[in-house]
């Protein structure tokens, strides 16, 4: 069993979560800008579809992509170079969530629902969430969302409409964070797409000591 939260209670120890599924710590609550900023400190993550309550999840092991670790294939790299895209920062972040929150072709719904949007959304006014767009000839053709505390970046999502759109941004976001000091970005749960491009799983209680380091 979990427990349901209300709006001011607190979330309960991380190693709490169920095993199966791994890494359900609580649901219900809220997603208000402070609720959402103090998961995250405590390595906590909203992650529900539409129709479902409120769930926050903490998963073991927490797959973690650590910037000097990037694989970029020679193709990627020259894909990079060439220049075919241009990539911005926070120009558009309404249409990045937006884009993410479509359904994907092996999927029915999205977990990215109108409320996570609007609390996002909100979170970006705060200066807390940020976008990486890749651009093309004037369209929006990928890139990625997620939320920057201190000296840590928790990546969200990702989308591409063209071939390696969603890439570039990633090594355009690595560049930045690796020049601002932030040694990792948390990418919650383990797919083979991000272990091809480096990203690895670390305990859950390393993760949150390390969480404690650059958050302060």
Same mark, same amino acid.
């Given at each position: ?32 800008? @402070? ?33 000097? @670790? ?51 959304? @909100? ?6 969430? /940020? ?24 990546? @969200? ?14 090594? /355009? ?44």
């Amino acid at each position: 069993m979990i427990p349901w939260l209300r709006e001011d209670d607190p979330f309960p120890p991380l190693d709490t979560a169920l095993r199966e599924p791994n890494g359900l710590l609580a649901a219900g609550g809220s997603l208000h800008p @402070e609720r959402l900023l103090d998961a995250y400190r405590r390595g906590i993550f909203p992650w529900s579809g539409e129709g479902q309550p409120l769930l926050w999840w903490s998963p073991d092991p927490r797959m973690v992509l650590f910037v000097n @670790e990037l694989k970029v294939s020679r193709s990627l790299r020259k894909r990079v170079r060439s220049g075919v895209f241009e990539v911005r920062f926070n120009t558009a972040c309404a249409a990045v969530i937006a884009a993410c929150a479509e359904p994907r072709p092996d999927q029915d719904g999205t977990w990215i629902t109108a409320a996570m949007r609007a609390a996002y959304l @909100e979170l970006h006014r705060r200066g807390y969430v /940020h976008s990486v767009e890749s651009w093309r000839d004037g369209r929006l053709v990928g890139g990625l969302y997620g939320v920057g505390i201190g000296r840590m970046f928790f990546g @969200e999502s990702m989308f591409a409409r063209e071939s390696d759109a969603s890439k570039v941004a990633l090594v /355009h976001l690595v560049e930045r964070l690796r020049e601002r000091g932030v040694p990792m970005i948390d990418c919650q749960q383990e797919t083979s797409h991000l272990a091809s491009l480096g990203a690895r799983p670390v305990a859950r209680e390393w993760f949150a000591r390390r969480l404690e380091e650059l958050l302060n």
